[in-house]
């Protein structure tokens, strides 16, 4: 109990002394802008007549990969998924690795918009809608795989429970069942959230707008919005509805994306876990793409002032924190592996170790397992560098988390005679490159076309606006 | 164009003589075949003009196929014009939809084995074998399964050809004429070559036709014959016979590189008699189970399923068998002496046996070897007993190889003026040495009769297409000499004319039918109207078979061959197991087909065992590596000065210092289909048929080799398959200790793991009031021939994918045999396992699919709803068995129309993008329960038979109703040894095993392996 007696003497110092800046809040909105500021700010970078360079060329390579796309899939339809590397024991490759992958990033948007409004996250505010429209495009990119991977998609919609003179109904017992209801359920709620949040800017794009067309376009999607208090209310209560709708969509989209497998008994796919697994992983993969999609985005178009480095740290923190909870269900994976006693599992977790993957299995540790502990450091946390390097890393790593999940458990299962290997063709990697391609091209569609940053939301976060609020939650 | 416009009427005549049938001419221009209409069909159809580039794949090849024949004109589709007399029930009327049955007989290599076709409205649909046939007893292989694709094959030929150029027949027979004239005038220097003929009927008309050209030479040719077992019968008996085995009555069997299961015209026989023996039964304990030991060098069934296998250079298999006969005191053994205390237990156990035992030699070791088994044979006092010796069922028994080199000699000389070569191709498969293709263009008048326009067809100024078996008439003996007319099922689809009808001819008789010269062959020697029906009726004319005869092997042992030359490494020539001697090569069903020991398809490679690849320097790591990746490094082997490059392939169990190869790949001409694998007669001279010592094997640096190998090599660690409980076995000995072995086995994993209660389920079972259908294969006596899975391609419309697909692994087999190996990889034992699909009562496929294209039906089936089916591949996934099977690309040919007409009508073509797997041949439950429901009674056990348990030479699978208390199904499952394949996941499985029991000789087994061994 030495250390009593040696407690320092805290010294008094004088309160005008100014804070330092590292433990003031870090702004999420930089000083100086007005509500004029702000609207200008954004609602230029739509309004201006002439379009960038700089997105014409990125927007011409997206279309490429469009190109890709479509070519990849007419030979698909016109083929057959036989130009996919598949096989008889690896039946699910690239395609449902791609779809889980899109799926995932698609999380972020829904977390970021629903989850942290409802925690009333104001840091939120400046990156919702670009992390919303992200969702978007990332959940059209991921539905491409379940639609065109059946072997005859032409009948895709006997997947549906429509009326029919046989009287058959889908199989509801089927993990795929409940993925067309899930992630058709979120695909809608994601877009209505989306598109009642852009109402009041789409608004203000038609009020601004100089070019007669351009103000009709707005204007018929504005569904002629004049900001009354009415409008006001009613819109207010909308959002939050579908906030409170989206949030338990957070959940449950990628929890039944894991039914998938985790329904099933493939070793190494037979898993309770999987659901929050997946879900931390998803919200991994959401916030890595966010990061890679914002920070560039943010020089681009100047908007250091709106998406501040507050965002980016915490982003960086969300990665972190979701990262570690990723990493708990690989080491999860081998207790409960090696726990069983289940020979099945226990060669299941050595065949992705040491098996003829092992390198994807690594590259997935380095990937999601070591490049977020980067994130610890508060100075690499704060530099676009080292979070946009960290964020690819985790890109990466999450498609390589199912590849590990997909093809390595299947192509050894339980009866070794029907072992075998499985690699993407080109085609496979046509689609995947092409889906990046879609996903991108609708992303430069956007932030040309509308507000990437929510005006009226920023517009909130001023000091004058902050007030306001305050008071109207006095009463 | 304008001169088509001259018609020649006369020639038109000429052309309208000849045609038959349903063979219609197009136009005016056809008919007079002129240049023109050549020349305007070769232009608008050019890809028919254009012979086809050698790498055609698969499926353009089936698109060309179908057009070829739309041009040719499908004559198919009618009875043939006499009477035929159908198998079982004669329907008054034809009932379409109801298959009739016909017995007939499918020869190979001149032996007769009796099969049952099922015909739907005169459309052969598939083959069985007839229960009544010596040489079948009801079950067939895989080559008489295909050999329905073999007649419906659009390559087949499909008209004469003189020069190349299309022809007739009857232009031919006039070409003919001249020749016959010459030698009638004593000109002499005609000559027949022929394979091994046993027809009498043929024959006879040799016989005749000899008669009338005292001059005319008879050769006979066979690349895969049984010279060796001729000479062999000779060194021992004194001349030419056939020395047949009963194995129903041996003990003890040795094998001198024999693979009696699998080779020969009586394997199916032997296969059966082998395994009814080595059936180990609850409460059957009296019937000790048999012991089989086989020395061999490359891996063979036969020595897959053998107690004790010993592997040896091939050519120390003499030494061995003279050791065997030296121990039970007879001869000397050579200095030679491998294994001493195997030779010793081996003869202590031969000669606890005497009279109830069998030494055989392969079909392809030397005369020596079989002089020496017959000998030791006769020590034993088995000679009468359980071997019995009969006279050649072969019209005229020669040595092949010496007719063959007598031929060509004569060619040579200039002795031979006109060759008619009836079948065969010996430009393809005569010895290297006897450089057959030249010689052969030195006959000034060459015709040649074939199923297709092959190589040497190519080389012969006239080409006349053969009848398919199932298209003519004719006879055959069987291995005992039973002797089956052969009725046609179809009339010719391709205006085929068969060797009867070609020797008629050369007898004067310008359009012998077949159905004439058979018919009068056998009423002309007594048979009668009703013995002719019950002949064609019962598939074979009874008490045909031919009488044993009272001989005694001589003692004398013959003296050891000349030295082999040492060195190098020794190679095994042996034919292929599926496509044999390269015949069956534009058979895609075969070329598709597993070979039983390495799973390859689509290729012949060079088979080593580790040591040796070791020693090559391919070593574990490289071959591992590419083995799983379906590669392999491609050697060039030099033999006697010839080089020729194949991949090479590691085959636990083959001797070192030797290797094996295949006959038949890599035909020229043999269809399009027929290239596939590397020919390797140019390394098969007359000096050394079938393989010898002094063989180079170096590896090259071609890139790694694609192979279409089914099960992936790598996986075959023996602890892998040991700790997963995949595979249960025993020997006898421990059976007879406990025969409750795999329960205990069972209750102990169940402790360990703590899983007493894993069967539990919140919901009651489902109560299967009707019938439960359910499978027990008993992996005692599988001998992992194939058979089956040929039988379920050809029942069940299965696909073909093609080399590419399967190195893709992607194959639509519905039924596979798995093949594991315990023990050291230089020796080990091998296991099969054949997997249908397991129609599991709580089936993992049923309840991920979307769509509930898969779902249960009330007699416990694991039912595929293929319309409904949108092919997410879930199922498969889900399936611990791995047996569902996926159509990635539309394999099934829906264009050809011969392969339309082929397929069996109940069962439906699978389309592009449907998964499908087996049904248990729901075809036929369903047509069972109708039949059973119109005489208000229960489906009677062994009403509904599989495919796959038809088809099985050792019945190792058996089918029927679990409700059934007297099924044998229901018994089979109360056995001790019954046991679910992955039991452990309450997949509930319908199809379930017996374990394998062995019968090693206390003597040679190490006690410690012994006690080791049983749970595996």
Known sequence: ?475 | MSETRKLDFTSFRERIGDLRGREYWRSLEELSRSDAFDEFFQSEFPQQALPLAKGVDRRSFMKLMGASVAMAGLTACRPPGETIIPYVNQPENLIPGKPMYFATAMPLSGYARGVLVESHMFRPTKIEGNPEHPASLGASDAQMQASILGLYDPDRSQVVRHMGEISTWSEFIAALQPVLNQERAGAGGLRILTQTVTSPTLGAQIERLQAEYPGLGWHQWEPAGGDALREGARLAFGGFANVLYDFTRANVIVSLGSDFVEEGPAHLRYARDFASRRRVRQGERDAAMNRLYAIESSPTSTGSIADHRLPVKPSQIESMARAILAALGGGSAGEDTHAPEFIAAVAKDLLASRGASIVIAGDHQPPAVHAIAHGINQALGNIGSTVMVIDSPEVRPVNQLESLRQLVTDINAGAVRALIILGGNPVFDAPADFNFKAALQKVPFRAHLSLYNDETSLLSHWHIPETHYLESWGDARAYDGTATIMQPLIAPLYNGRSAYEVLGAMLGALNTSPYTAVRNHWFERGTTEETWRRALHDGLIAGSALPPRTVAASGAVPASGPAQAAGGIELEIRPDPTIFDGRFANNAWLQELPKPQTKITWDNVLLIGPGTADQIGFGVDERSALFNELKTRVVEVEYRGVKVHLPVWVVPGHAEGAATIYLGGGRENGGRIAGAGTNIYPLRPSTAMWGGAGARITLTSRAPYPIGCTQEHQSLDPKLVGERGIIRDATYQHYLGNPNFVQDYEHQIEQVAGLENSNESLYPPFAYKGHAWAMVIDTSVCTGCNGCVAACQSENNIAVVGKDEVVRERELHWLRIDRYYKGDPANPQVYHQPVPCMQCELAPCEPVCPVQATSHSEDGLNDMTYNRCVGTRYCSNNCPYKVRRFNFFGYSDYDTPALKAMRNPDVTIRTRGVMEKCTYCVQRINHGKIEAEKENRRVRDGEVVTACQQACPTQAIVFGDMNDPSSHVAQLKKEPTMYALLGELNTRPRTTYLATIRNPNPELVPAAATAAGEHH
């Not at chain 1, 894991?258 to 008994?265: E, I, K, M, Y």
Request: overall charge positive; proline content about 5%.
């Open chain 1, 1 to 475: 109990m030495a250390e009593k007696e040696t407690t320092p003497v805290h010294e008094v110092r004088p309160t005008t002394q100014e804070v330092p800046a590292r433990f003031m809040p870090s702004p999420t909105i930089e000083p100086g802008h007005s509500f004029a500021t702000i609207t200008d700010h954004i609602s230029t970078i739509v309004l201006r007549r002439k379009t960038p360079i700089g997105w014409l060329v990125g927007f011409t390579i997206a279309l490429f990969g469009v190109g890709i796309l479509t070519l990849s899939l007419t030979v698909l339809v016109g083929k057959g998924v036989g130009i996919w590397g598949i096989n008889h024991p690896v039946g699910w490759g690239f395609d449902i690795i791609n779809f889980v992958w899109w799926i995932g990033i698609g999380h972020a948007g829904t977390l970021i918009s629903a989850i942290l409004l409802l925690l009333r996250q104001e840091w939120r505010t400046s990156i919702n809608r670009f992390a919303e429209a992200m969702t978007l495009f990332a959940v059209a990119s991921a539905g491409i795989y379940p639609a065109l991977h059946t072997g005859r998609p032409w009948y895709d919609f006997y997947l549906f429970p429509y009326p029919n003179t046989m009287g058959l109904w889908p199989q509801f017992r089927s993990p795929l069942m409940w993925d067309v209801f899930a992630v058709t359920t979120y695909a809608t709620v994601s877009l209505l959230f989306w598109y009642v949040g852009l109402i009041p800017d789409l608004a203000t794009l038609r009020d601004r707008a100089n070019n007669i067309w351009v103000r009709r376009v707005y204007g018929m999607f504005a569904l002629g919005w004049r900001g009354s208090a009415k409008h006001w209310y009613r819109y207010e209560h909308a959002y939050l509805l579908l906030a409170g709708l989206s949030t338990p969509l957070v959940l449950s989209v990628h929890t039944i994306v894991s039914f998938d497998f985790a329904v099933a008994q493939v070793p190494g796919w037979h898993s309770t876990f999987f659901p929050p697994y997946f879900v931390a992983g998803a919200v991994f993969a959401g916030f890595a793409m966010v990061l890679t999609l914002a920070i560039p985005a943010r020089k681009f178009f100047r908007l250091e002032d709106f998406i501040t480095m507050k965002h980016l740290e915490n982003m960086g923190k969300v990665l972190l924190a979701t990262g570690l909870i990723v990493v708990y269900a690989y080491a999860m994976e081998w207790f409960y592996g090696l726990y069983s006693g289940n020979v099945f599992e226990i060669f299941m977790l050595k065949n992705r170790a040491t098996g003829p993957y092992w390198q994807m299995y690594v590259a997935l540790w380095v990937c999601n397992g070591l490049a977020p502990q980067l994130m610890w450091f508060k100075r690499l946390r704060t530099s676009t560098f080292w979070l946009f390097v960290v964020a690819m890393f985790v890109n990466v790593g999450m498609w390589l988390e199912r590849f590990v999940i997909i093809p390595t458990s299947l192509h050894r299962d339980f009866l070794p005679s029907s072992w075998g290997m499985y690699h993407g063709t080109v085609w496979d990697w046509g689609v995947f490159v092409g889906s990046i391609g879609l996903f991108f091209a609708l992303l430069f569609l956007f932030v040309r076309f509308l507000p990437m940053i929510s005006i009226f939301e920023m517009r909130t976060l001023l000091p004058e606006a902050q007030a306001h609020a305050k008071e109207g939650e006095a009463h």
